[in-house]
C-alpha cells in the first residue's frame, strides 16, 4: 500500500469537509486512517486459495457447513462497511477435506478489500470450487450496508441476502433444500 498517498489524501479530504487538519483531535487522523487502511484492505495483497492448501482425507462424502461467520467488508461505492454473517457449505469429492478455520478464512481474505456484496459471494464459492474440487458449494451472505442505514435512503435494518450456489447444489434441488434448512435454522 502507499502510505503517504493515503496520508495526503486523508489530509485533502478533511480540508475539503472545511476541517482544520492541524487541530488536536485531527492531527493524528490521517497515520490512524493509513494504519486502519492496512487492516481493513489486507485481503487486497494474498491470494484466498493459499488458505486452502491444508487438505486432508477422511471418509466423509456429506455435506459440511460452517455457519454464523461474522463478516465486516467494506463497500466499494462509499467506502463504507457493510457487516453480517456468512455461510459456507460444500460437499467433498472423494473425502478431499480442508480444515473449518480454513472456510472462514478465505471469507476474510475476500472480505478485507472493497467489495460488492454479490461479487464477495460468488468469490468465496468459486475459491472453494476451484481448491478443493468439490462436488458443490454453497454460500450465502446476509448483510447490512451503512450506505443504506447511515445516509441515502436509510432504511436501518434491511438486510441484502445473496447466494452462490455451485455444482451438486445447483443441479439437486433436495441439496439445496437442505443446506439452506440447516442454514436458517
Ligand atoms: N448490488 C450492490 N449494490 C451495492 C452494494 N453496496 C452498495 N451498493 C449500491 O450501490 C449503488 C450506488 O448507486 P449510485 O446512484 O451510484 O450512488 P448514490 O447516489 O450514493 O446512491 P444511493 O445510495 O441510492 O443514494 C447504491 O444503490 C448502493 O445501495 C453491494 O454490495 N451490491
Ligand atoms: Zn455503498
Redesign the pocket.
Known amino acids: 500500500m502507499d502510505r503517504e498517498k493515503i496520508l495526503q489524501g486523508v489530509r485533502l479530504l478533511i480540508e475539503g469537509i472545511g476541517e482544520d487538519p492541524e487541530r488536536e483531535g485531527l492531527q493524528g487522523t490521517p497515520d490512524r486512517v493509513a494504519r486502519m487502511c492496512e487492516e481493513i484492505f489486507c485481503g487486497l495483497h494474498s491470494d484466498p486459495k493459499e488458505e486452502l492448501n491444508v487438505c486432508f482425507t477422511e471418509n466423509h462424502s456429506e455435506m459440511i457447513l460452517v455457519k454464523d461467520i461474522p463478516i465486516y467488508s467494506v463497500?466499494?461505492?462509499?467506502l463504507l462497511p457493510?457487516y453480517g454473517k456468512a455461510h459456507v457449505a460444500y460437499i467433498p469429492r472423494q473425502g478431499k477435506l480442508t480444515g473449518l478455520s480454513k472456510l472462514a478464512r478465505v471469507v476474510e481474505t475476500l472480505s478485507k478489500r472493497p467489495?460488492?456484496?454479490?461479487?464477495?459471494t460468488s468469490q468465496v464459492a468459486d475459491t472453494i470450487m476451484d481448491a478443493l474440487n468439490p462436488l458443490g458449494v454453497i454460500v450465502v451472505i446476509e448483510?447490512e450496508?451503512m450506505?443504506?442505514t447511515m445516509?441515502?435512503?436509510k432504511k436501518a435494518g434491511a438486510k441484502?441476502m445473496t447466494s452462490a450456489v455451485r455444482g451438486v447444489f445447483k443441479t439437486s434441488e433436495a441439496t439445496r433444500a437442505e443446506a439452506f434448512a440447516l442454514i436458517k435454522e
Open positions: 463497500c466499494e461505492h462509499h457493510f467489495q460488492l456484496q454479490e461479487r464477495l448483510a450496508h450506505c443504506m445516509r441515502g435512503i441484502t
